[in-house]
């Protein structure tokens, strides 16, 4: 092997690896973990190509590459991930959150034009990107944000205040809504969806990786849509919304539940990639 002492050496190294072991972004994972090993930003190998590598940033690139291949997360290697602009911190207690998810944030930005000073519930808030962004981008807003483990949640705790949203996020142990007892304007949940039959055929980074907790739920994946859709009618005031991320192949199975319990102006949203990805509706309008 030719001996490695530049950036853009130890780059090539890695891509070769990672594309070899078939991992499909081998080119951005390969920039991402050189420049956390480097501390340098993700584009920098094509700045400073000729930048010397010591030979213990050497070591670590090459042992991230090895835990890369076998199928961990860059992410999670990293312990970083980006949401809506926003850094967050993220370990194996939580998902990695996804771009799809951002258009939830989105439509519950929409809707809170209208109401900013609304009080914001997220039930299973994982790392709390849900929750941490709607904080950030509606400042007048207060948020509550619930998850049953107590790992999620100390995960969640570290990136509101990475973010400086501490003071307007306050987080609950709780399984859904047992732990509460206020009235929110709004919810919105992210809860696991995968049907159980689906979870051996999730990519290894996800089934061996992620929580399984976080990711899988029963009735086809349904179970969690039709418990917080029945409970949050007592914990909505008038007029307040429910908004739900859902499955690729869920959405109108959600919007009929919805629907069964009696939400109106009930709206499907697609996320970028043209898959209905968000279910929205109100209580009593
Ligand atoms: N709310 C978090 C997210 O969107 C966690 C979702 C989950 O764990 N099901 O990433």
Do not use: W
């Not at 949203?165 to 142990?173: D, L, M, N, Q, Y």
């Not at 970028?272 to 209580?283: A, Q």
């Amino acid at each position: 092997m030719e001996e490695i002492k530049t950036a853009a050496q130890l780059y090539r190294y890695m891509k070769n690896q990672l594309k070899a072991s078939g991992i499909e972004d081998f080119d951005l994972e390969s920039r991402i973990l050189l420049s956390y090993v480097l501390k340098e930003e993700p584009f920098f190998v094509y700045m400073k190509p000729e930048k010397p590598v010591s030979e213990e940033d050497v070591q670590k690139a090459m042992a991230l590459t090895e835990k890369r291949k076998e199928g961990v997360p860059s992410r999670y290697l990293t312990r970083k991930a980006y949401f809506m602009d926003f850094e967050f911190y993220v370990d194996e207690n939580v998902l990695i959150p996804r771009q799809d998810t951002e258009v939830l944030v989105q439509k519950a930005l929409d809707f809170l034009k209208d109401n900013p000073k609304a009080k914001v519930l997220d039930i299973g808030t994982g790392s709390g990107c849900i929750a941490v962004s709607i904080a950030l981008l509606n400042p007048a807003c207060t948020v509550d944000a619930t998850d049953i483990s107590k790992e999620a949640l100390a995960v969640a705790r570290k990136n509101a205040v990475l973010n400086g949203a501490e003071k307007r996020v306050r987080f609950i142990e709780s399984d859904l809504f047992s732990g509460l007892s206020d009235k929110y304007d709004m919810i919105v949940s992210n809860p696991p969806y995968i049907k159980p039959s689906e979870f051996l055929t999730l990519q290894k980074e996800v089934r061996c990786h992620e929580p399984v907790l976080a990711l899988v739920a029963d009735e086809e994946g349904l179970a969690f849509y039709r418990r917080i859709a029945k409970e949050a009618k007592s914990f909505l005031n008038d007029g307040g919304f429910l908004l739900f991320e859902t499955g690729y192949d869920q959405a109108r199975s959600v919007y009929r539940i919805m629907e069964e319990e009696g939400f109106t102006f009930l709206e499907i949203t697609k996320d970028y990639n043209g898959i209905e990805r968000v279910v929205s509706g109100r209580m009593n309008e």
